[in-house]
């Protein structure tokens, strides 16, 4: 008979729990990230700061949507391909914030962001009270929202960076490719 290594037990319950703040992490860098560099965005675009503002915000908008369309149609999404692919089709509108030449384009590419945001953070949320215990629910939940604060304070550095070293193109297409590691992230 078998013994249970507790030590490999803890060391897989460990990489759960990296990979479920990796995956919040990577859903939600996006959503901070611009907001660090509004000042540089306002003058790219010409706009005044509420108006950047409100474009940068508009993601909130997309989440909300979102939200509710997953919550309408859960049942027949699978949760792990749903999150990865999210997170992979996030990268599409982030990249193109790049060459978003007008204060409309972005919001709407913004709006885009916060779709697929939502659908990952949804679906991850559903993903983790569908497998979790009820004693391993407390961590899991832990460990998202540690993924969360911790995408809230390195997205808007990591953008500040990016925007000074590369520019503000540069930056978008930086987070993009986050956004793909994210997605492989989920996927492996």
């Known amino acids: 008979m078998k013994v249970a290594d507790p030590s490999r037990a803890a060391r897989g319950m460990m990489m ?20 660090a560099v509004l000042p540089a965005l306002s003058a790219a675009y ?3 700061p509420s108006a950047m503002g409100s474009a940068v915000n508009a993601s909130t908008f997309g989440m909300a949507v979102a939200g509710l369309a997953v919550a309408l149609f859960a049942r027949r999404i699978d949760r792990k391909t749903g999150i990865w ?35 990952a953070f949804t679906l991850t949320m559903a993903y983790l009270a569908e497998e979790c215990t009820a004693a391993e629910a407390a961590s899991a ?29 540069g930056s978008f297409i930086a987070f993009a490719v986050l956004n793909l590691v994210g997605a492989a992230v989920v996927f492996v």
Not at 92 to 118: C, E, K, N, W
Not at 142 to 169: E, Q
Request: charged fraction near 5%; avoid cysteine.
């Open 16 to 35: 759960n729990l990296v990979v479920i703040g990796l995956t919040s992490f990577f859903t939600l860098i996006d959503l901070f990230g611009a907001q």
């Open 46 to 48: 010409g706009a005044t």
């Open 85 to 119: 692919v999210s997170l992979a089709l996030l990268a599409v509108p982030t990249a193109l914030l790049a060459f978003a030449g007008d204060l409309a384009t972005f919001t709407a590419l913004r709006v885009a962001q916060g779709l697929f945001m939502s659908a």
């Open 141 to 169: 939940m832990a460990a998202y929202i540690t993924g969360n604060v911790a995408s809230n304070l390195l997205g808007r550095l990591l953008a500040a960076a990016f925007a000074d070293g590369i520019g503000l193109p």
